[in-house]
């Protein structure tokens, strides 16, 4: 409570900031240590303070409803500034208890710093790997707008999750979709997901095309564990193609075909 009114008094008397920290608490966007007179930034906070900054830096220019929940992320629809309907996520790491361990490798040259630095981290590195995607215009990458603390805007996709398909016209032809984005962020953007599954891909079915999304694991081609993390995330959807399509595809040759550079 000293800290805040020191910071503050310049702008505002002792009252004001009693009445404004009261109310942020009634909102939930802060909250008071149990026996204390201490408060504590809450996720619901962080994410209006990164909507301030999205409005302040030209990105945003309406918000809307929540259209889903990750196990790490919340996403919600808004409107950019120029008139594109899309997708906001907010990373939230250390959501769940089980998280702890991610966010500790997310976090791990930030010493002891909280959950609000690792979902920054995290949403800062799924901006860095969607811009420079996007910046080697790469067919199958959602749009990128802009971020602002752990939150991303991204173009929105109405599509079905990859995983909730129910039927495909032609299963081989997504599923060569899925392994030429990987193909082509690997060579042009130098980059692989790291975490690709049938959970990572969204499929819009009236237009036929399907995206990856989900980068913040993602890592760079040079890295020792590039090929390995590359097969893996090759595996996910060679599983996910034969066991729901019954596509009969070699993982060898799949991952031969990848690593094949395009003439
Ligand atoms: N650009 C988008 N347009 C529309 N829906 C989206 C978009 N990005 C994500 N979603 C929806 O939100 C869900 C969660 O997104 P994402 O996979 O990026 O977050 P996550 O927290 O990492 O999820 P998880 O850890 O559960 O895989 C997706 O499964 C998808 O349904
Ligand atoms: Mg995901």
Redesign the pocket.
Known sequence: MELIVNRLNRKFTQKEIVARIQKLTKLKLIERHPTSEAYRLRFLGLDCLAIHRLVLKNVLSAFGDK?????????YQAISTSNSL??V?F??IGKEFRNVSKARSYGENLGGSTWVIRSIVSGRR?AEALSILNKFDIQGI?KFYGNALHSVV??????V?LFEVKDLEDPAEIFYQIVDIVKNAYWKAGLVHG?L?E??V?VDIDNGKS?I????QYITTVDPRALEVLRKDLQHIVSFFKKKFRLDVDLDEVFKYVLEKRQ
């Open positions: 259209i889903g929940e990750g196990k790490e992320s919340e996403l899309v997708a996520k990373h939230k799924e959602p991204i173009e929105y996709i109405d599509g999750n975490d599954s959970y990572n969204i995206y999304i989900d980068w913040p």
